[in-house]
């Protein structure tokens, strides 16, 4: 059993440049959610997916936006990234909807943007 | 806005002490969840207790949760160098999907 795997570790892109991350999630999880961590703070809930649906969102602009395929792995893309969209992104998996079951979390994706 | 607020900020205690972290939140809660954090890297779960509960253990860990005062607290037990990290609670309300974590507190064991 693998667990929640991330990439890239590290990216640095420039203001209003796109970024697309990539999570694979733990095998025989069907939910998927994205996190945003700037440093010091908790994480802040982007989007969680569920059997490849948008199933809930957090309070980010509409140029946040994900996907989940078949296999239950995700991608979050970001377009024209601003100063602030520099964190650490993070991705969960878990098995049915994150509230009610424990999420496992990748190393995360750094993401800087000059 | 954040749904959980951790108490304190930052906590240093010496190695084989007790640690103990609190939690309070805003609105009515479905469960909630303690993780730990080290050095800003991928967050690893700890205990999830739900709303109809009122303490649960694991290991070292204990947690209560009282859903009158809208707070929490965990507890480590005889605590150790491997303990230093931060430590988030999150909780989710009924019919939302969203999980919301606080701003952690930052644990610090000392030799």
């Known amino acids: 059993e693998t667990g929640v795997t991330q990439s890239p570790t590290h990216l640095i892109k420039t203001r209003g440049q796109q970024v697309t991350l990539r999570c694979s999630s733990q095998?025989?999880?069907?939910?998927v959610s994205w996190y945003q961590q700037a440093l010091g703070q908790g994480p802040q809930f982007i989007f969680q997916?569920?059997?490849?649906?948008?199933?809930g969102r957090g309070n980010f602009p509409p140029r946040f936006s994900g996907l989940q395929f078949p296999n239950y792995s995700s991608e979050l893309n970001v377009n024209a990234l601003e100063l602030d969209d520099s964190a650490l992104y993070l991705c969960?998996?878990?098995?049915?909807?994150?509230?009610?079951?424990?999420?496992?979390f990748g190393p995360g994706t750094r993401l800087t943007v000059l | 806005s954040q749904q959980g607020e951790e108490d304190p900020q930052a906590l240093s205690i010496q190695e084989g002490e007790n640690a103990t972290m609190n939690c309070s939140y805003k609105?009515?809660?479905?469960?909630l969840q303690w993780y730990r954090q080290n050095s800003g890297r991928g967050l690893v779960h700890l205990i999830l207790?739900?709303?109809?509960?009122r303490e649960k253990h694991s290991g070292r860990l204990r947690v209560t949760l009282d859903t009158s005062k809208k707070s929490s607290s965990l507890l480590i037990t005889a605590s150790r160098a491997a303990d230093t990290a931060s430590y988030f609670c999150?909780?989710?309300?009924?019919?939302?999907?969203?999980?919301?974590f606080g701003k952690g507190t930052r644990l610090h064991i000392l030799p």
């Open positions: 999150a909780t989710d309300a009924w019919g939302d999907d969203k999980i919301i």
């Open positions: 997916y569920y059997r490849e649906e948008e199933n």
């Open positions: 095998s025989g999880h069907n939910t």
């Open positions: 609105t009515s809660i479905n469960n």
């Open positions: 969960a998996s878990s098995y049915g909807t994150s509230g009610t079951n424990e999420q496992f």
């Open positions: 207790i739900r709303s109809n509960e």
